[in-house]
């Protein structure tokens, strides 16, 4: 029986929106995990750096953890159709978590606001289906353990890269307003330092994962199975809630004069169309989501947990991402 984790969840809530918001102000992209992975797989060197991140920091945690990821209570099969719904979902959805839920919302995005609602509502009826026999959760810990703390104090080294790399300010834009620019041509991409944003912030994303244990499939599940059962886990609602509570006004009142720091397109999305793809694109990875427990973020984390680790986790998971990539290159 798994433990609810209040204080831990909350404050690993906290910090993932950073991660995210480091990528904007720098890159001025969204850290759209899916995004990452279908990326890469096309040649994308900043999907490749962005998903190389999250399973650095994966293995890094297993190394000081001493142990992987809990084994999916899968079949191999069921696990590849997981993975391989998700990869299809996201990719006609265009986002995922991190993208639509985390991102998105942030920006009072109505088309993510829907997708969200989507892939949520499909996402628990799924798992009402499939995960009924969850058993009870245990008394809650409102400890902040060891392990808790070294994640915490890890996200400080690639928080003070991007610090560095903002303050340096490579193309003057510190002493800009939007209005000077606007209209005005990018200024050119540092692909180098962009690439290295990228990793850094996949990697500080990750510890962030883990910190919130919102890279535990069993969590995830109770979570989706709502308050009527007795497995219900409310940890997740608020890894949400401090994402957002911190994310929301990060966003609103601090993304700067939208000219990314390390050149390139400002590359955030307005408005878009709320349409059958989108609709069905969430409804798909709902269901792959609610079948597993893991969406692209936690993926490519317990992967690399699992590779530092060793043990029976690694096929599972490679299984698993493997298929996301499969379905999101057949969408």
């Not at 984790?5 to 404050?11: E, K």
């Not at 890094?60 to 001493?66: D, H, R």
Request: one cysteine or more; aromatic letters at 8%; hydrophobic letters at 45%.
């Amino acid at each position: 029986m798994a433990h609810p984790t209040p204080i831990q969840s909350l404050i690993g809530g906290f910090c993932i929106p950073l991660a995210a918001h480091e990528l904007l102000l720098l890159n001025g992209n969204t850290f759209g995990i899916s995004g990452f992975i279908h990326g890469a797989v096309k040649g994308s060197l900043e999907g490749l750096a962005g998903a190389a991140g999250l399973v650095l920091g994966g293995i890094l945690v297993a190394n000081f953890e001493g142990a992987g990821p809990a084994n999916l209570q899968l079949t191999l099969p069921q696990v590849i159709l997981s993975g391989f719904l998700v990869g299809l979902g996201t990719k006609l959805a265009n986002g995922c978590t991190s993208g639509h839920m985390i991102c998105g919302i942030s920006r009072f995005s109505i088309r993510s606001i829907v997708a969200t609602a989507t892939f949520f509502t499909s996402g628990v009826l799924t798992t009402q289906i499939l995960h009924r026999n969850l058993p009870p959760v245990a008394s809650v810990d409102w400890s902040l353990s060891a392990d808790a703390v070294k994640l915490l104090m890890l996200q400080a080294i690639p928080l003070s890269l991007s610090a560095l790399l903002y303050a340096l300010d490579f193309n003057g834009n510190k002493e800009k307003s939007t209005s000077d620019i606007d209209g005005k041509a990018p200024n050119p991409p540092h692909p180098v330092l962009r690439a290295i944003t990228y990793l850094a912030t996949g990697f500080q994303f990750a510890l962030a994962l883990r910190l919130s244990n919102l890279s535990e499939a069993s969590r995830v599940l109770s979570f989706l199975l709502l308050p009527f059962h007795r497995g219900f886990d409310p940890s997740l609602a608020l890894v949400a809630g401090g994402a957002l509570s911190l994310g929301i006004p990060l966003y609103q009142f601090a993304h700067g004069n939208q000219r990314p720091r390390l050149g390139g397109k400002w590359s955030i999305p307005k408005g878009g169309k709320i349409d059958a793809k989108l609709l069905i694109g969430s409804v798909i990875f709902g269901v792959g989501w609610g079948l597993a427990g893991i969406c692209p973020g936690p993926g490519l984390v317990n992967l690399g947990r699992a590779i530092g680790a060793g043990g029976s986790a690694l096929t599972p998971y490679t299984a698993w991402v493997g298929s996301v990539v499969l379905g999101g290159l057949l969408a």
